[in-house]
């Protein structure tokens, strides 16, 4: 099986605007879905377009066509062609400029900190204190770490070998893309100011402390510490409150969260899946587990889901305003009311 | 006519009384993100107004075979009848929460043993009423001697 590697900057304008032969578009699409740096890479095209779609279109003055037209009229043809191509060149640069600067120039910069080794920011070695912008990449080796204020919410920890890159940088959106590697996250903020995009997908802030690790296939594991993460990919979501972690998996997203005390053969059988793997969880499950119950309700097979909730109502009282009938039936007010009744025994 | 309405009355309070208590949870059950950093949080139950509900607390400690008390730092959350409460008691020694509240007539007390990773939801005691000092003194007792999960 041939497998497509190589990275599709060139090709994501031509994609977005829908430009690409099929089997190239499904190549991109493939590959996007695979590589953090290309997703990441999209979305600043896709923001990019919006803000310019957004843009207003001024009318020129009546000068300016008046004096194109003498000029037009005095000069030599040859000259005239001269200055039409180099118009035409100030023109793509300046357009090229707005459209970097709106994709890649999202916000300020925030400061960042070298904790041990070398970290480099873009091309350039953190030696004490420094800045990184919208648009630019921090690695660290084997042996560095390094520091970045999120504006004034909260820090990161950037681990040993780590590629994480700065996407957005606003007051309403704090943004970073995770290529590979770890970091640690301390947000003291309302719920989804900061977001973390990785190859499996993206970490919601909903006020938290957490790590995040994961490889460049976006194989990995969030584990909270305080407060709440939701991690989101293609319409899933998996709700993470501190004590708890979650694997995540590139193009399938994040898995079934569970407490890190829970008893290990409930652990084992989320990692193994299955029909036999459901009755381990169900067996193991003590009253705290409904965290990794109440995720399972959506996750598995009608038949499946009425085992599930037997389990839960077993464990722990349904509470009023859950009836039988809406829980299975994924009723999303009823799920919510109560996960939120749950919670008090997380 | 009033004997009936006073029987009503007083048999009201009674279920009230009967179901005042408190539950306690971890901070993020109050799914609120200002209480993340919390010892714990807790709510009331059965109180037919929680705005009204009158709420405090002691944390009683232990510290090297010396008895203190700390008067509780309470924080009222966005939603009625949801607290916080914060450590503002030493990290050295043993210490006991012990919450008390009121709701109309009827008082609820719980008494929440804090060990080394946090409140001991397993070892805590909920009463209809204020704990007494000795379920007070048992309970930090037990937890010093390692009695708690």
Partial sequence: MKIFTRHVSRELAAYFDGELMRPTAAKVERHIGQCALCQ??????????????QLPSVVAPDEIWQSIDVTLNAEPREKQIWQWALAATAVLVLVGIAYWRAGLGSGAQWDVVRLDGRPVVGAKYISGTGKIAPGEWMETDSSSRAGIKIGDIGSVEVEPNTRVRVVTAKPGEHRLALARGEIRAKISAPPRLFFVDTAAGTAVDLGCEYSLDTDENGTGLLRVTKGWVSFQWKGLESLVPAGASCHIRSRIGPGIPYFDDAPEALKQALAQGGDAALSTILGESRIRDTLTLWHLLSRVNPNERERVYDRIAALTPVPAGVSREQALRLDQETLKHWKEELAWTW | MLRLGLAASAAALLVVAEGFTFTIGSPVASQEFQMKSAAFVFRTEGCVEPAK?????????????????????????????????????????????????????????????????????????????????????????????????
């Fill in chain 1, 40 to 53: 990441a890479e999209y979305q600043q095209v896709q923001r990019g377009m919006a803000m310019v779609e």
């Fill in chain 2, 53 to 149: 509900a009158q709420i405090g607390g002691t944390a009683e400690g232990l510290v090297k075979g010396t008895r203190r008390s700390v008067v509780l730092k309470v924080a009222t959350g966005a939603r009625p009848g949801v607290y916080a409460v914060y450590q503002n008691w030493p990290a050295e020694g043993d210490w006991v929460v012990n919450l008390k509240g009121t709701c109309a007539n009827a008082s609820a007390g719980a008494v929440v043993p804090i060990g080394p990773k946090g409140f001991i939801r397993e070892s805590s005691k909920f009463y209809s009423r204020p704990a007494t000092d000795a379920e007070v003194e048992t309970s930090l007792k037990t937890l010093a001697q390692g009695g708690n999960k």
